[in-house]
């Protein structure tokens, strides 16, 4: 279809006078027939991406889609431009389907969309299969996979049923594939050399921010950066259900206020929602339930009151604020204690590989019901972890459980499939802080973080890095005398080349009584400015590889000199440290992680970590699957002599006190008695 005829569809069809970013080419490669992958953000208008090649092609295109509201929205809005658009959902009665059925069959629809478990309905593949479809668009395809943030188990059998619907184009929608998320929806989907679309994950008009601070001053900061009108409507988000709701009846004597989460019923969701987007309630206060779908222009603020689980989230969550346009702002408030929190989840949701085998080597070929299996581990694995546990089998394919919830032995191969989402789960956990504590400007790295390299090169000039003396949520100031003196000392340095921090802050500032605290800010400030970059380095050390950051100057840097004005701001936090501390290890650790350690503790670790190594070696499994390092830190620093001081040890579950404890207890005692002899 020439252009001229696509923009018609546009403008006739659709009512837009003229394509957004992308979309024609996309529309382009769809009308061919070509298999697609579209990433884009939310809100840069993908629908019309699958919605015009299927109105140009002719026949009715079938539409996958998650989320039943998502279905409604859309159908609603196509049909409201005169097209005809049914759904087959479980929030219909029998009939609404069955005439959905008969219309699709007779011909008379331009879009059917089904939630992805409908295919699982005997019969359902069999009758789209009767027509020929002029297009399958796969919605937030990155439910398909399980490194992405939203993993849905029925999108995975969507690749079984595809062939059978063929030789239909098939395009994937999302707005937060990574890299990797991706190939995995293209593997899974089994494309077939599809055009990829991957654009436009740069917003001009949000100023974003990060700002360490505890937990108790959020709500307070929250109502500060929400005072002035015109930083609303807005949306914050709250790490859970109970916090939303405390949250908002904080706010509410402020401004009009609303909680959302995913416990309240949904008609209240649904009351929210429409009085959030008719301009009544001004804060809504929400788990990450919310906003998925949710079409509202003006939203001028999104506040994070924690440090969210993943970029992907997070980004898809700032990406609300300023659909219209204008200038708009995100903060997110986070600290060390946000990092536990996580750790914490982490472990609930992920238990070790040894609980998960204790389930499957009890099954078998014959289903047997999960409540008996349940009975008769129960000393075992109590309560929800036999459940988390069976769900994790389950997912991986280590497990089948049919409806009524019987159990029947699957592949061996979910081992290997578990422990990489579990390692690929971490490894979101770590992007997400790395985020949060460098001094790179925050939109180059969220552009790249979605695989926009070039792009992701240019600073966006707005973010508290960027433009420090423009962030609201925390105050910058410009550097002392004393900090601009140490400024060229380091550079100064760096002139011979790239150095570790450690090293650096040793050689430079440590004798100048200028503390790794200062001094860490310092160097931030001056990689906000450009004047130096922050990298990852690691070596290899006993087997380990040890990772530390190195400095090195940019060209800017390089060229400064002590006469050249350039300002450079290190945030304000109000006071000089007055005691110097001693250089300390890179903070993210957690509490017992961050306290030095006593000779005889690092002995005593160094000494469990060998005997992990060997463990692990002998189960053949990594290393995290006996004990993570905080557990063996926790250990080494507690010195366990009984049962019960083992129990009162982080991760140490009844499961690997019955296999471990023994061990443990012998390394410790065999420990106590060298230190003392
Ligand atoms: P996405 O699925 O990428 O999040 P949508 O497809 O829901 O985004 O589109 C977001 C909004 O942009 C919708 O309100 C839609 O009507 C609008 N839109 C899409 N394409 C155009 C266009 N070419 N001109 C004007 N508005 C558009
Ligand atoms: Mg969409
Ligand atoms: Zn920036």
Redesign the pocket.
Known sequence: MPPAQLIEV?QHTFG?S???AN?EAVCRAAVEGSDVLLV?P???????CYQLPAIARGGTALVISPLIALMEDQSAKLNALGLKAARIHSGLDRETSRLACREYLNGQLHFLFIAPERLRVPGFPEMLAKRRLSLIAIDEAHCISQWGHDFRPDYRLLGKYLPALRPAPVMALT?TATPVVQKDILTQLGLDHPVRFIHGFRRHNLAIEVVEVSRPKRALLSLNLLKPQERRPAIIYAPTRKESVWLAQELSANFSTAPYHAGLEPEHRGRVQREFLAGKLEVVVATIAFGMGI?KPDIRTVIHTALPSSLEGYYQEIGRAGRDGKPSRTILMHSYADRRTHDFFYERDYPPVDELDLIFNKLEARPRHRTELAEELKDKLYGEIFDTALDKLMTHGGAFVDFDGNVARGDKIWRQSYISQANQRMAQLDRVLRYAESYQCRMAQLVRHFGDDDDGRRACGQCDVCSPERAIAQKFRPLSSREREMMFAIIDELQTGPKSTGKLHQEVCQCNGFSRDRFEELLGAMSGAGLLDLEEASFEKDGRSITYRKAVLTSEGAELRGSDTVTVFVRDTGQEPVRLAAPKERKRKGPELEAPLSPEAAALEERLRAWRREEAGKLGRPAFCIFSDRTLRAIAVERPRTEEDLRAIHGMGSAKIAKFGEAVRAICSEAMTQTQG
């Open positions: 546009l837009f003229a394509f957004r979309q884009m939310t809100g840069a208008g993908k629908s019309l707005a079409d």
